[in-house]
């Protein structure tokens, strides 16, 4: 299994619509866990960290569900601009440190 | 915000040449900087972890007499590509948490093409 897992998509969804992507990890012992964006050919941007509690930042909610080892994204009312590739990153405890690996990314589409 | 400054933003390069690439951070101190590469649709792979002032750790697979990693000061690490290849072509990006609340920040990528 791999130590982070997302479907890469890509997701065709219209304006306006709501999206949800999973990413599932495999260290029980991760204690971070973050949303990127990437656009094509430029670096990843932090879209917003992914709390036990979860959290809410506009249109876009973040969960995290411990017992079934994944993390949550939900994008509300689409818009054009959220066409991006979004990346989670999930910490994996090491030798004395912990390392952070990304997903291989869930490509988005929103279509007009 | 923590900025990383990274450079060059693109390089060609012939094959067997080598090509050092540079990330600074701005206005804070960047103790560990994480090296990733990213090839065509596919995801960015953990090179390397450096830390200041000690040997940087190569992930599995990853030849370290072939991606020198130098961390010699709080604000700055290098990667050089040592006699690089076609195969070496990609984009790398380093990356440093500045504050754990902001998880990562990343410099704006190297394209790196080998010919």
């Known amino acids: 299994r791999k130590e982070v897992e997302q479907d890469p998509g890509p997701f065709n969804v219209p304006e306006g619509a709501t999206v949800a992507f999973n990413c599932t990890y495999s260290?029980?012992?991760?204690?971070?866990f973050f949303w990127y964006r990437q656009d094509c050919r430029k670096e990843p941007k932090l879209l917003m960290s992914?709390?036990?509690s979860g959290n809410e930042d506009g249109r876009f909610t973040a969960q995290l569900n411990r017992a079934s080892q994944y993390i949550s994204l939900l994008i509300r009312d689409s818009k054009l601009s959220d066409s991006a590739t979004y990346l989670c990153?999930?910490?994996?405890?090491?030798?004395?440190?912990?390392?952070?690996?990304f997903g291989t990314g869930t490509r988005l589409k929103v279509l007009a | 915000g923590a900025v990383v400054s990274q450079h060059p933003s693109w390089v060609i390069c012939k094959s067997g040449t080598s090509v050092k690439i540079e990330c600074r951070s701005l206005?804070?101190?960047?103790?560990?900087m994480f090296w990733y590469r990213q090839f065509p649709k596919q995801s960015l792979m953990l090179m390397a972890t450096?830390?200041?002032?000690?040997?940087?750790?190569?992930e599995q697979g990853v030849e370290k007499d072939k991606f020198l990693i130098n961390h010699a000061s709080l604000t700055l690490s290098t990667l050089t590509v040592t006699s690089a290849h076609p195969e070496d072509s990609s984009f790398y990006i380093c990356?440093?948490?500045?504050?754990?609340?902001?998880?990562?920040?990343f410099g704006s990528g190297t394209r790196l093409t080998v010919v």
């Open positions: 206005d804070f101190q960047a103790t560990t």
């Open positions: 450096s830390n200041e002032g000690s040997k940087a750790t190569y």
């Open positions: 992914v709390y036990s």
């Open positions: 990153v999930v910490n994996i405890p090491g030798s004395g440190t912990y390392k952070y690996i």
């Open positions: 990356s440093t948490i500045a504050m754990a609340s902001y998880g990562y920040t």
């Open positions: 260290n029980s012992a991760s204690q971070s």
